[in-house]
């Protein structure tokens, strides 16, 4: 699988919008954009994925870029709830190997 | 329906001891796969298993091992427990394995 690279942290202020970036620039054609989080201590949270079209659910947007080198997932109105670990996955769907390889990911903090 | 279940949710054992968790997958869904999380190495594949068989391993010794039965539920075994087997241990389910996974709360060891 392509490997991310994420921004280790960021802030971001109650009720606006987080824009989480994440490169993945060796992603292949059949390469999914997947986005989990992980709030303190509990398992992860599936939130969103994409293929090369942008997509959109009741958690987050995901806007992947024409070239599919990066995404961003977007938390539209933040809340304190909203704090966690966030990590971008690319991974392979049509494949033998079902694994999902965990990077640092971005630590955002929800500020009042 | 209900999420991905794992029992017990905390655990303590010492050295040299083994230990037993289980996981009960969302309804319907045929693959489980374990994790294990590290503040050091963070998230970590274990194994993969889709109708009793286990599909794909990471790079753990042999004292992890798992199972699965027919009703899909698995459990991962740890012989000879080492200080360092202290972790957070999560389970994810799909519906066969290439589609997203959903993981459950976790199961907290430590080892003492």
């Known amino acids: 699988d392509a490997k991310t690279t994420q921004p280790p942290s960021m802030d971001c202020a109650e009720g606006r919008a987080a824009n989480l970036p994440c490169n993945h620039s060796?992603?292949?054609?059949?390469?999914?954009v997947y986005w989990y989080r992980q709030i303190h201590s509990q398992g992860p949270q599936y939130i969103i994925h994409?293929?090369?079209n942008n997509e959109t659910n009741e958690m987050a947007s995901l806007i992947i870029t024409e070239d599919r080198k990066s995404s961003t997932l977007i938390l539209p109105h933040a809340t304190l709830r909203d704090t966690a670990v966030y990590y971008c996955i690319v991974r392979v769907v049509v494949t033998n190997d079902y694994k999902l390889s965990f990077g640092a990911g971005t630590t955002v903090t929800v500020r009042a | 329906k209900a999420g991905v279940t794992q029992t017990p949710r905390y655990l303590i054992k010492t050295r040299g001891q083994q230990v037993t968790l289980s996981c009960s997958p969302i309804?319907?869904?045929?693959?489980v796969s374990w994790y294990q999380q590290t503040p050091g190495q963070g998230l970590q594949f274990l194994f993969e298993y889709f109708s009793e068989t286990q599909r794909n391993k990471g790079n753990f010794p042999g004292r992890f091992s798992g199972r699965q039965f027919s009703n899909s539920r698995s459990e991962m075994n740890v012989s000879t427990l080492e200080l360092g087997d202290s972790a957070l241990y999560l389970c994810?389910?799909?519906?066969?394995?290439?589609?997203?996974?959903?993981f459950g709360p976790g199961t907290r060891l430590l080892v003492l």
């Open positions: 994409g293929l090369k």
């Open positions: 309804s319907g869904h045929r693959s």
């Open positions: 994810a389910s799909s519906l066969v394995g290439r589609e997203t996974q959903y």
């Open positions: 060796t992603i292949s054609g059949n390469e999914y």
